[in-house]
């Protein structure tokens, strides 16, 4: 034994000291063969691929991680073909609004994401907005806002109808097709008119056309360049439905273009409040008038935002309705009286409804980056972070609305935390509510300090319309049904790169509060 121990321990010691010998000659020579360190690079390059394609499926806790390692300052994460830099300071995030269209692009950015090229009957969409697209934010800001009593009234009977007609209560209603039929029907009332909406064969293909929009998209974003064209006019070919949307709704522009010139000679025509007739009539005043197909482009994309970023909104507030019952009376008792009225007049209030969607919205968003912006040149921030052309620049949504720098207490949910003193004083069972910071009280629609809408002069001009639809049908989910989560730890949502979907099969229970029956 003493032997085998003695054998052992000389092994050890010249195994030890031919190592130490290595690594003085390696350290030695590192000069002369400085070359062969070019052996290295294959290997960091497979290892950053991998990094960037796991951005795909765990992109959140990606964005979370840097955002927690750079403590306030500037960040890159990295996705496949893509890099992004994060800021998330007020100087910042001003500096991305002040910068010129032609230096950084949130078109450019949608484009890239969107490949409408494929996904929407070839639209050309050009990256860096051009005068000529006034008439569209004139649209959405002024037209749109304004009506939307006019469309309220409307809307709250075909979402009556929709949830009445999909509410199955021998089985389980699917709360993601409720929310999917009720939000593509108020949207298209808004924007293609109610003609279109009642157009059954049209609207089945008008939301099939947001999921093929999708599919395209990314299979276009993840090939090889060289490729990419090839599958987009492809799937382009076999995908028909943008093409029904596009051939269906091009000859109403025309007619709409037309009428215009009757108009003008004085005959009488058919009036319209829809954003297909509102943008024409914008168009119009310009030096340069769109045409049929060009405008209808434009409402091609809207429908396709609108109704996706709505609809998983909607699911997200129900969830949270689910998890915190407590808020189920205020909120049915805000919409069931008086209140509704004023809104439905108004198209504001319901403040305790727009305090909880918006704090779902904080704690639950669809997306975790907010003002993107596709470097279209060369850009520096103040404090010299470079962002080469061709990259993005954006806000950590999600991780800032988690942050206790912005928020108290800020992983807790409280559903009137937006809401003023004085409402919250005024409810019945006020103890039971609280607002951690009621000094910040603010509507979902302002752009100060929140994200979500995107920043400054580019932020989302037809917020308006899309918070006072939400609340409708949210309100109608509410006073119509008794809800719950079957099973609180079933997942409630998947991500893919920087979305939070719903998932589709999320154990949602509604019951109608007529008839209870699971």
């Known amino acids: 034994m003493l032997l085998l121990s003695s054998t052992e321990n000389t092994f050890s010691a010249v195994l030890i000291g031919t190592f130490a010998v290595a690594l003085s000659i390696l350290y030695g020579t590192k000069r002369k063969y400085e ?3 070019i052996l290295q690079y294959p290997v960091i390059w497979v290892k950053g691929r991998i990094n960037e394609w796991r951005y795909l499926y765990n992109a959140p806790r990606m964005i979370q991680e840097g955002y927690e390692k750079a403590n306030g300052g500037p960040f890159v994460v990295r996705s496949p073909g893509l890099s992004h830099t994060f800021v998330s300071s007020k100087q910042f995030i001003k500096e991305i609004d002040m910068a010129p269209d032609s230096v950084l692009s949130l078109q450019a950015a949608a484009k890239q994401v969107l490949q409408p090229q494929y996904s929407m009957a070839k639209f050309n969409w050009f990256e860096q907005r051009g005068i000529d697209t006034t008439p569209l934010g004139r649209t959405l800001r002024g037209l749109l806002t304004n009506n939307i009593p006019n469309l309220l009234l409307v809307t709250r009977a075909g979402s009556n109808a929709i949830l009445d007609h999909l509410f199955d209560a021998e089985k389980k209603p699917h709360l993601s097709e409720m929310m999917r039929q009720a939000v593509a029907n108020t949207n ?5 008119g109610q003609e279109q909406a009642r ?3 049209f609207m089945k293909a008008a939301i099939d056309f947001i999921e093929k929009t999708i599919i395209i998209a990314e299979v276009v974003r993840l090939l090889p360049p060289f490729l990419a064209p090839y599958a987009g006019r492809l799937m382009a070919s076999r995908f028909t439905s943008h093409k029904i949307v596009y051939d269906t709704l091009v000859p109403v522009a025309q007619q709409r273009l037309d009428e215009q010139a009757q108009a003008k000679l004085g005959h009488k025509v058919p009036e319209h409040k829809d954003c297909i007739q509102w943008v024409m009539e914008q168009t119009s005043k310009t030096t340069k008038p769109w045409s049929a197909e060009r405008i209808i482009h434009e409402i091609m994309a809207l429908w396709f935002g609108s ?6 909104s909607l699911e997200f507030a129900i969830h949270e309705l689910c998890l915190h019952p ?13 209140a509704y009225k004023v809104f439905e007049a108004t198209g504001n209030g319901l403040p305790l409804m727009d305090s909880f969607l918006k704090e779902s919205a904080r704690l639950s968003p669809v997306d975790n980056l907010s003002t993107r912006r596709k470097a279209l040149q060369p850009f520096t921030l103040s404090d010299g972070t470079f962002v080469e052309k061709g990259r993005w620049i954006c806000t950590p949504l999600k991780p800032m609305m988690r942050d206790a720098r912005y928020y108290a207490r800020p992983l807790e949910f409280h559903g009137f935390r937006h809401v003023d003193a004085a409402t919250l004083a005024s409810l019945d069972n006020v103890k039971s509510f609280e607002s951690p910071e009621p000094e910040k009280a603010s509507s979902i629609t302002d752009i100060n300090d929140w994200q979500i809408w995107g920043t400054g002069r580019m932020a989302c001009p037809g917020r308006f319309y899309a918070v006072a639809a939400m609340k409708q049908i949210f309100g109608l989910i509410v006073t119509k049904y008794d809800c719950e989560l079957s099973d609180l730890n079933a997942p409630r949502f998947t991500s893919w790169r920087n979305c939070n979907v719903p998932s589709a099969d999320a154990p949602v229970v509604l019951r109608s509060r007529a008839n209870v029956v699971e």
């Open 35 to 37: 070359p062969l360190r």
């Open 307 to 312: 109704v996706h970023a709505m609809k998983m």
């Open 326 to 338: 407590e808020y189920v009376e205020p909120l049915r008792k805000e919409f069931e009286g008086p």
């Open 188 to 192: 298209a009332i808004a924007l293609f």
């Open 199 to 201: 157009n059954k064969e």
